[in-house]
Nanobody, 116 residues
Framework: QVHLVESGGGLVQTGGSLRLSCAAS????????MGWYRQAPGNEREMVAT???????NYADSVKGRFTVSRDVAKNTVTLQMNSLKPEDTAVYYC??????????WGQGTLVTVSS
């Protein structure tokens, strides 16, 4: 029974920064991938950034150079540092965790709003 708890969403102006955090409980960090997806109104949920237990990262093209994903394997946490935010970054951001052979576990979502 894996549970993900997110924090850090909020309202920020264009060009500002936010940091999202997610803590996982009920599972080991070994061999898992954690990261962030987002969903804007009327859009499909899309991958933003992921990071493996070994530290390998993957980013959506739209956030490369602006967002940084990191994790603390021992603490089972993942962080998304978002800089140079744009209005198009406005979305509900979902933490996720994936284990081999299992479907992903999702957080409840945290709203990020970037005003112009």
């Amino acid at each position: 029974q894996v549970h993900l708890v997110e924090s850090g969403g909020g309202l920020v102006q264009t060009g500002g920064s936010l940091r999202l955090s997610c803590a996982a409980s009920g599972t080991s960090s070994s061999f898992n991938t954690m990261g962030w997806y987002r969903q804007a109104p009327g859009n499909e949920r899309e991958m933003v950034a992921t990071i493996t237990s070994g530290g390998s990262t993957n980013y959506a093209d739209s956030v490369k150079g602006r967002f940084t994903v990191s994790r603390d394997v021992a603490k089972n946490t993942v962080t998304l540092q978002m800089n140079s935010l744009k209005p198009e970054d406005t979305a509900v951001y979902y933490c996720y965790l994936r284990r081999p052979g299992l479907s992903p576990t999702w957080g409840q979502g945290t709203l990020v709003t970037v005003s112009s």
